[in-house]
């Protein structure tokens, strides 16, 4: 089954930049839509619910949450099946373990794939 692998997390101070990739296991997997979450900390992994939209996109459409707008922007690579997240000005309230989501949709269901995450840490 398609995995998929999210990298690029770290400790980076106020101000800063980094780039989260999320790479799918079987390149020739196609997704419908991808998106980037995070779970701010102390929630616990399996805590759907509190894993909030940060962006995605979908057939050449992207969205942002409104805390993120101008400062984070997401991209996909159709040829290598990975989506990026390009993060800068990054705040302390941006630390996070974010993790890639993938949706495939069929006639009659929608299949969710999850990464397993990558810490985030802004801190000075």
């Known amino acids: 089954q398609v995995q998929l692998v999210e990298s690029g997390g770290g400790l980076v101070q106020p101000g800063g930049s980094l780039r989260l990739s999320c790479a799918a296991s079987?390149?020739?997997?196609?997704?419908?839509?991808m998106g980037w979450y995070r779970q701010a900390p102390g929630k616990q992994r399996e805590d759907l619910a509190s894993?909030?939209?940060?962006?995605?996109?979908?057939?050449?459409?992207?969205d942002y949450a409104d805390s993120v707008k101008g400062r984070f922007t997401i991209s996909r690579d159709n040829a290598k099946n990975t989506v990026y997240l390009q993060m800068h000005s990054l705040k302390p309230e941006d630390t996070a373990v974010y993790y890639c989501?993938?949706?495939?949709?069929?006639?009659?269901?929608?299949?969710?794939?999850w990464g397993q995450g990558t810490q985030v840490t802004v801190s000075s």
């Open positions: 079987e390149t020739t997997f196609s997704f419908n839509a």
């Open positions: 989501r993938g949706v495939v949709v069929t006639f009659d269901h929608e299949y969710d794939y």
């Open positions: 894993r909030e939209l940060v962006a995605s996109i979908s057939a050449g459409i992207t």
